[in-house]
Structures are given as structure tokens and as C-alpha cells.
């Protein structure tokens, strides 16, 4: 029996989503009791060439809202990037799991061989559905998540793989 589309990514997304929630919750406290500014958490990258904590979660955000959308063939909410708190990256992962939740299976289980076509700057992707989701979406969102746990991590907030795994 074969997996749908939606059901290989959606439930996964917005549990990823929430143990990111939580991490930076974590982060938060652990900031508030150490008496560390939250900016030296919002502003820390693993290597100069990389994003910060910040552009991380955002840009986990946006591959599943923007890839979800693409697949769905509606009109992504549009997010400004301008979150600097801990509080406003909480509320921007709410609105995407808000998001998710507005979308049915079938808009997405019926995109499987969809043409996606799309440009990020000066590079030019085109994919179909399936290989979308598989090779771009997926891969894509856990690399983000990932790094704003090492960024965490790394920077001393006591985290571990169950937090990234969650419960």
C-alpha cells in the first residue's frame, strides 16, 4: 500500500514545526535564567556564511508554507521576515501551522504529477509534484530545523535529540 503525498509530509511538518516551537522556547528560558540577551541566540549562525537563528526558522517556514501552496495551486500567506523576538518566531511558526491545517489531502495527494516551476533570485527549478516534495520540500525544511537546533545546541541551550524528535 502506497503512502500519500499529504500523509509522507503534512503530519510531519507540523510536528517538526512544534518541537521547533518548543527548542525555542527552550532557548528562550534558558537565556532568561543564565541572563543571556536573546539576541545573541536570534543573532547566532554555526559559520559566518550561514543564516542566523532567525533566518533559519524562517525559511523552515516558508518551505512548507510555500511549497504546500505550490502544490495546492493557492496563493502562499505572505510573511514580512522581520521577526527579532523569540515571541514574533513563535507566532510565525502559528501562522503556518495554521496554514497547514487549511489544507485538505486531496489538494495535495492530486498534485503528485503537477508541473512546479519557480525562481529563488537568479535560479530557475522545475519539478514535478512528487519529486517536489521528496527532493526539495523535505529535505529542504529538515536541513533548517536542524541547523536552528545546532545553532541552539551549540550556543549551550541544553537540548537533545528527544527535543528535536519530540514526544
Known amino acids: 500500500m502506497a503512502i500519500s503525498m499529504y500523509n509522507a509530509s503534512v503530519p510531519q511538518f507540523k510536528k517538526m514545526l512544534g ?3 518548543a527548542i525555542l522556547k527552550k532557548a528562550e528560558e534558558h537565556g532568561t535564567a543564565k541572563k543571556i540577551d536573546s539576541k545573541v541566540f536570534l543573532d547566532a549562525r554555526l559559520f559566518p556564511n550561514m543564516f542566523a537563528l532567525t533566518k533559519q526558522v524562517q525559511i523552515a517556514c516558508d518551505q512548507v508554507k510555500n511549497g504546500l501552496a505550490r502544490l495546492a495551486g493557492i496563493e502562499p500567506p505572505k ?7 523569540f515571541a ?12 497547514i491545517d487549511s489544507i485538505q489531502p486531496d489538494q495535495i495527494d492530486g498534485a503528485d504529477k503537477k508541473e512546479i516551476k519557480f525562481s529563488i533570485g537568479e535560479w530557475k527549478f522545475e519539478f514535478i509534484g512528487d519529486q517536489y516534495v521528496l527532493t526539495w520540500i523535505i529535505p529542504n525544511f529538515y536541513f533548517h530545523i536542524t541547523t536552528a537546533y545546532n545553532i541552539l545546541r551549540h550556543n549551550g541551550v541544553e537540548i537533545g535529540k528527544s527535543d528535536y524528535l519530540g514526544g
Open 19 to 21: 518541537n521547533l516551537a
Open 88 to 99: 514574533e518566531l513563535q507566532e510565525r511558526i502559528a501562522k503556518t501551522i495554521a496554514f
Open 79 to 85: 510573511f514580512d521576515d522581520k521577526e527579532s523576538t
